[in-house]
């Protein structure tokens, strides 16, 4: 298989959880939560495209859902303040993993014939 798309989910949402848990979390989403965000809806819905037109069956089960992780961010504004949730998306702890991540989708889309272009320039434009 491709790419286990649950296990890229459970990772970036996993990473997520861990890290926020350890910083105080408005309405607004923070800039580097913002690029983070933006990178994981792009790379999952071109990996949902690939998979729709290469394993129908496979997307149907596809559990990448982008609005996942802003919710996730947005419960965690609300908690803990947005300085705290601002300066925990701009830490390398919390970058690096879902980086990883969508760096692996889009390599995997590449690999299998797929076509990552705006996955890559989405991970590029994170600082």
Do not use: W
């Not at 998979?51 to 089960?61: R, S, Y």
């Amino acid at each position: 298989m491709l790419l286990n798309s649950r296990k890229t989910t459970h990772a970036v949402v996993t990473t997520l959880l861990v890290a926020l848990s350890q910083y105080s979390y408005g309405e607004q989403m923070p800039p580097a939560c913002a690029q983070l965000t933006r990178a994981f809806e792009i790379c999952s819905t071109d990996f949902q495209a690939y998979q729709e037109l290469t394993n129908p069956a496979a997307a149907k089960d596809n559990e990448l859902d982008p609005k996942q992780l802003e919710g996730l961010l947005r419960v965690a504004i609300q908690k803990k303040g947005m300085q705290a949730v601002a300066e925990g998306c701009a830490t390398e702890k919390m970058k690096n993993p879902i980086l990883d991540s969508l760096v692996n989708t889009a390599s995997a889309m590449a690999m299998a014939g797929g076509n990552p272009r705006r996955c890559m320039r989405a991970i590029q434009q994170i600082r």
